[in-house]
């Protein structure tokens, strides 16, 4: 199974301003998945992350507001920018096979 | 639209019984998975088991089985011997259509209680 980590695990930040979320990975992959939890909700995903391409958004997601990078197979990074309390969620980055799916241990976001 | 469906926000246990978890779900996909994760209070998402719809028999891992009904389009979990610790969120998910993997639809989640 892959081993994730996730910087910071939580933060709480201004609204106004930006915050990047680091995810590493123990192996090389070729997608990352980055997924956000509002308090009380399900998860939804925001973008696949492929090294080498821009990511793809889900509807909903715009890369204005959710920056991504992927310099290589093992890491990237999601910005939220310009945050409102309405960010204020668990950010999950998630990787995996066709029958595995693993998530790392996410990132608690407030906005005040 | 492809969808899943928990329809029990909240289930109750006792230490040591069984309890099956509901899910049903809704796609034109021949080829899907099905996927049923945990999250404990520290929000963790964790790995529990995988159904494949192609596969024939179901799917277990230790404790958990998935009561896979095809025809019905239900992929329930089955959780038996039930632990103190087992108290958590619960989440069925499944491949969105078209997507490859860790392209996931998750469902409401449904809150599971055991009690000693």
């Known amino acids: 199974s892959a081993v994730i980590s996730q910087k910071p695990s939580r933060d709480i930040c201004q609204r106004g301003t930006s915050l990047t979320i680091q995810c590493q990975v123990d192996?090389?992959?070729?997608?990352m998945f980055w997924y956000r939890q509002q308090p009380g909700q399900s998860l939804t995903l925001i973008a696949t992350?492929?090294?080498?391409?821009?990511?793809?958004?889900e509807s909903g997601f715009v890369i204005d507001k959710f920056p991504i990078s992927r310099p290589n197979l093992t890491f990237s990074t999601l910005t939220v920018s310009n945050m409102s309390p309405e960010d204020s969620s668990i950010y999950l980055c998630?990787?995996?096979?066709?029958?595995?799916?693993?998530f790392g241990p996410g990132t608690r976001l407030l906005v005040l | 639209a492809q969808k899943i469906t928990q329809t029990q926000p909240g289930m109750f246990v006792q230490e040591k019984e069984a309890v099956t978890l509901d899910c049903t779900y809704d796609?034109?996909?021949?080829?899907?998975?099905l996927f049923w994760y945990k999250q404990p209070s520290s929000g963790e998402m964790i790995f529990l088991i995988y159904?494949?719809?192609?596969?024939?028999q179901n799917a277990t891992e230790g404790r958990y089985s998935l009561n896979f009904q095809k025809a019905r389009k239900s992929a329930n979990l089955v959780i038996s011997a039930s632990q103190l610790g087992d108290s958590a969120m619960y989440f069925c998910?499944?491949?969105?259509?078209?997507?490859?993997?860790?392209?996931?639809?998750f469902g409401k989640g449904t809150k599971l209680s055991v009690k000693p």
């Open positions: 998910a499944m491949t969105q259509k078209g997507g490859s993997q860790g392209n996931l639809i």
């Open positions: 159904q494949g719809s192609y596969d024939q």
């Open positions: 796609t034109s996909d021949p080829s899907y998975g």
């Open positions: 992350a492929n090294q080498g391409s821009e990511a793809t958004y």
């Open positions: 192996s090389q992959v070729t997608m």
């Open positions: 998630s990787v995996g096979s066709r029958e595995t799916q693993y």
